[in-house]
């Protein structure tokens, strides 16, 4: 494995705080920029684990990117195979499918389009306009996710 593919990108304090506060809105049911608190089974405690995610939908398909890397909630929603999005009271069950590497590019510039101003420092020296080939090389640590209603 690269780098790339292993790397884990830690939350700083300004993210811990950013993070509460729209954990709090979307609790009240208030999206901020498309989020939703994720939750997810621990892969081994079995416990609901939650965190705000950014819910990317494009051509009418919605996916789950993590901009992070490969972190907690990546490996509890590949051993789960699906969990819960979350809004106010609204909860939606799903399932997840990640994608393959050659699938990512297109969706991590549209992302990346949307989001920047938020998990651009995430995507190592990549923004939206970055030719393929460079959004290719980072592709292995930015898992995508397909979600479907479950």
Same mark, same amino acid.
């Given at each position: #494995?690269? @780098?790339?593919?292993?790397?884990?990108? !830690?939350?700083?304090?300004?993210?811990?705080? $950013?993070? !509460? =506060?729209?954990?709090?809105? #979307? !609790?009240?049911?208030?999206?901020?920029?498309?989020?939703?608190?994720?939750? %997810?089974?621990?892969?081994?405690? $079995?416990?609901?684990?939650?965190?705000?995610?950014? =819910? =990317?939908?494009? /051509?009418?398909?919605?996916?789950?990117?993590?901009?992070? $890397?490969?972190?907690?909630? %990546?490996?509890?929603?590949? *051993? *789960?195979?699906? $969990?819960?999005?979350?809004?106010?009271?609204?909860?939606?069950?799903?399932? +997840? @499918?990640?994608?393959?590497? /050659? +699938?990512?590019? +297109?969706?991590?510039? %549209?992302?990346?389009?949307?989001? +920047?101003?938020? %998990?651009?420092?995430?995507?190592?020296?990549? /923004?939206?306009?970055?030719?393929?080939?460079?959004?290719?090389?980072? *592709?292995?640590? #930015?898992?995508?996710?397909?979600?479907?209603?479950?």
């Amino acid at each position: #494995m690269t @780098t790339t593919e292993t790397r884990q990108l !830690r939350p700083g304090r300004i993210d811990r705080i $950013g993070n !509460r =506060l729209v954990n709090a809105l #979307m !609790r009240l049911g208030v999206s901020v920029a498309d989020s939703r608190e994720l939750a %997810v089974r621990g892969r081994t405690s $079995g416990e609901w684990r939650t965190t705000p995610v950014n =819910l =990317l939908t494009v /051509d009418g398909e919605r996916y789950l990117v993590a901009p992070r $890397g490969h972190v907690q909630w %990546v490996r509890n929603l590949l *051993a *789960a195979g699906g $969990g819960e999005l979350r809004l106010g009271r609204r909860t939606e069950t799903f399932t +997840a @499918t990640e994608l393959a590497d /050659d +699938a990512k590019p +297109a969706l991590l510039r %549209v992302y990346l389009r949307r989001w +920047a101003w938020e %998990v651009g420092r995430f995507f190592e020296n990549v /923004d939206a306009d970055s030719p393929d080939e460079r959004i290719r090389e980072i *592709a292995p640590g #930015m898992p995508v996710f397909r979600i479907d209603r479950g």
